[in-house]
């Protein structure tokens, strides 16, 4: 079984559940559906792409994937793709 430590972010979640400040999302039922459209949108293959990095960013980038417990291909189309579709 694999050990993960949880982030700042998710302790606080689990803090803010404890002390039962946790607030749903106003709309859930859109809310659940506007993230399913994003998870089908990142899981969607439609295409590959070539790119040059240098060898510091390939392995700065795959250093921040294993941290996450993600391949580095995975994160950098994530970054891709949040940063196409922010606002």
């Known amino acids: 079984m694999k ?15 404890d002390k039962g400040e ?5 709309n859930l039922k859109s ?6 459209r994003y998870a089908r949108y ?3 293959k439609k295409a590959n792409i ?4 240098s060898k510091k ?3 700065k980038l795959k250093a921040k994937a294993a941290a996450q417990g993600i391949g580095y ?3 950098a189309s994530s970054i891709l793709h949040r940063y196409t579709f922010a606002s």
């Open 3 to 17: 050990y993960f430590e949880f982030d700042k972010e998710e302790k606080q979640i689990i803090r803010d559940l």
């Open 22 to 26: 946790f607030v749903s999302v106003k």
């Open 31 to 36: 809310e659940k559906e506007r993230l399913a």
């Open 42 to 44: 990142t899981l969607e």
């Open 50 to 53: 070539n790119i040059r990095l």
């Open 57 to 59: 960013t390939l392995q």
């Open 73 to 75: 291909q995975t994160l």
